[in-house]
């Protein structure tokens, strides 16, 4: 075998990581106003962003699991292109039955892919620093430029919107075509789940039940859930919001470009404060949340609306903290079972969530801000509780 290149390879990832993270934003600031033009209301909206989340909870795990087992390459390259031919599906949606067929697709091809970047991310950086501080810092890196990228891609996608809307869709198969070309460029290395039994499924549970023998990775996982939803309801929130107090569609992306330019210094919080309690860590994003919420809960115009940045702060932040935590407490070969098993986690909060979020904000868009900070705030309480009893013993 032909030696490999860590650090070139390295760079690859990173870069892959970047396109597969940030496509999407060409065309998520202005997806409520194409799901309101093919006949979608809040509720319907809620009902096809929950069949992605159950497609990616489904999946998560079992494709995780043959990643580990038999090639991450293959399931990362599968999924990019994958991803790239449902964007192209989805841009020809005429109807809610398409959209929810191409949120299904989504969900299968992200399963395959989403854990297998981060899995060879730590694998390269431990090959090139066994110490595990080269992952830290790659890690905090990757989130900074990914947010970077995403404002670039909503500008970018912006721009194409305000011609065509489903050509900002479409667009999307760009990122997802060229992260394909460069999967197949990274060499699948690092250890293997060994097979105990011929039964798959009998192997994938053994696994499972294996890593939540660690309650601190069991609880460490349920914080990542909870960090990494907490903000997300209030991604459909932002637009109806911001057209309801009287900003044009075309500049709705403006709103986006606030929310994400913010989330770079909510990362590079995050960055210098690593050495805070992993509790402490968590708690921080549903206080910025609620900070910012109140006030445009209370009397949305046009001045409270612009305090979503606030939100992405608190987006930025959460990028970074948690996961690499839990990678660095699992063994290589499971790693991308265990990023596949927190992501499963975040559906299982998702998916109820996005249904009652959307709910009240069918009656007003502001009430999805309300029912997430009622929601996330004794969820939060209980992850902090929980990890601050595990710091207490070290």
């Known amino acids: 075998m032909n030696s490999i290149n860590y650090r070139r390879t390295l760079n690859i990832i990173f870069a892959e990581s970047i396109l597969t993270y940030s496509g999407v934003f060409l065309c998520i600031p202005i997806m409520t106003v194409f799901w309101n033009g093919v006949g979608m209301d809040q509720f319907m909206i809620g009902v096809s962003q929950m069949m992605c989340a159950a497609t990616l909870f489904l999946f998560d795990v079992p494709m995780g699991y043959f990643a580990d087992r038999f090639s991450r390459k293959a399931l990362n390259v599968i999924g990019d292109i994958g991803l790239a031919a449902v964007f192209i599906f989805y841009a020809l949606a005429q109807n809610f039955w398409m959209v929810v067929a191409s949120e299904i697709l989504c969900g299968l091809f992200l399963a395959m892919s989403g854990g297998v970047d981060r899995a060879f991310l730590k694998i390269y950086s431990d090959k090139i620093d066994p110490s595990g501080e080269l992952f830290k810092k790659k890690t905090a890196q990757l989130a900074v430029w990914q947010i970077i990228s995403m404002c670039l891609t909503i500008a970018l996608g912006m721009f194409i919107s305000k011609h065509d809307i489903r050509l900002a869709i479409f667009s999307v198969a760009i990122p997802f075509l060229a992260a394909t070309i460069l999967a197949l460029m990274i060499q699948d290395i690092g250890e293997k789940i060994v097979a105990t039994h ?13 890593l939540m023998k660690n309650a601190e990775i069991k609880w460490l996982v349920y914080a990542y859930a909870i960090g990494f939803e907490v903000t997300h309801p209030i991604i459909w929130a932002l637009t109806p919001l911001l057209v309801m107090v009287g900003v044009p569609v075309w500049l709705v992306g403006i709103g986006w470009l606030l929310w994400y330019g913010a989330a770079p210094l909510g990362a590079l919080f995050a960055k210098k404060t690593t050495h805070w309690n992993t509790s402490t860590q968590n708690f921080v994003p549903i206080v910025i949340i609620t900070l910012f919420s109140l006030p445009v809960i209370i009397a949305p115009n046009l001045a409270t609306i612009w305090l979503f940045p606030l939100s992405g702060i608190a987006f930025g932040i959460v990028n970074i903290y948690i996961m690499p935590k839990i990678q660095q407490k699992t063994e290589e070969k499971y790693q991308t079972t265990i990023v596949s098993i927190a992501s499963s986690a975040a559906r299982i909060i998702y998916i109820p969530i996005v249904l ?39």
């Open 198 to 210: 011929k039964n798959h499924l009998k192997d994938m549970l053994e696994n499972l039940k294996y």
């Open 356 to 394: 009652i979020t959307n709910y009240f904000g069918n009656t007003a868009p502001q009430y999805i801000l309300l029912a997430t900070v009622l929601i996330f705030a004794p969820l939060t309480l209980l992850a902090f509780t929980k990890l601050r009893g595990f710091e207490n013993k070290q």
